[in-house]
């Protein structure tokens, strides 16, 4: 069962905010997302590879799936002729992956950094140190990166209720997105994004900067 009447009053309450809604439809059957996208919905979230994959020829063809998920670099090229956005890069090497699969399939695939913010150790992602160290490498190799577009950052909080936590995790992707648009992306309009919330969390998130959130279980139900 779909929840319409939450998709209605989230797109109500980000509109004209600058927010995004991801719809994170994992593990939910095709018919869940055609409900959402009857509805307008255009941006769904996977993560895994061979779900993505499945459900994709299944579902309209202007649909943006981002991919939420870690990737396995040796995965990329079964996403790369169509996904939208990234958004859990924590490697070079992934990216530069993305960037051959990218040239292959003649486009331009736009990913967010992931930066480890979550006290969990379970949790992917880099360091802000790891984020920079990156960033450096790529602006020596960025002539031949021109098949990825860099958008932004990707946060995952804590599990916890604990709100405080959470706003000083969500502010901390938050300033060190800003530092990087300033040390780094200056001279283009790419860098905008900062993707951090899901269902329990992005009310906080929101409050703390987040320009897209990816909402699940709040919109499709629990998932098994
Ligand atoms: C599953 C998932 C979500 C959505 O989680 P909900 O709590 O169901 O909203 C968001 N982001 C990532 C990376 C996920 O894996």
Not at 83 to 88: D, S
Not at 148 to 155: A, E, K, N, P, T
Not at 168 to 177: G, M, N, P, R, T
């Amino acid at each position: 069962m779909v929840n319409d009447k939450v998709w209605l009053k989230l797109r109500e309450q980000f509109e004209g905010k600058g927010v995004t809604l991801v719809a994170v439809s994992k593990k939910k059957p095709v018919s869940d997302i055609q409900e959402f996208y009857d509805l307008g919905e255009r941006n769904f979230g996977e993560n895994y590879v061979q779900e993505l994959v499945e459900k994709q020829p299944q579902l309209p063809a202007d649909i943006n799936w981002h991919y939420i998920g870690h990737l396995q670099t040796n995965k990329v090229k079964y996403i790369a002729p169509f996904v939208h956005l990234i958004h859990a890069v924590d490697s070079f090497k992934l990216l530069k992956e993305i960037n051959k699969q990218a040239k292959k399939n003649e486009r331009i695939i736009n990913v967010l950094l992931q930066i480890h913010v979550a006290e969990e150790e379970s949790k992917f992602g880099l360091s802000s140190a790891g984020i920079i160290e990156l960033l450096d490498f790529y602006k020596t190799q960025e002539a031949d990166m021109a098949n990825v577009r860099i958008c932004g950052l990707m946060g995952m909080g804590t599990f916890t209720e604990d709100e405080l936590q959470l706003r000083a995790e969500f502010s901390k992707v938050q300033a060190l997105f800003l530092n990087l648009k300033k040390s780094y992306f200056l001279d283009t309009e790419d860098f905008n994004e900062c993707s951090m919330g899901m269902s329990g969390d992005y009310g906080i998130a929101i409050e703390e900067g987040s320009t897209m959130v990816r909402i699940g279980s709040m919109l499709f139900g629990a998932r098994n």
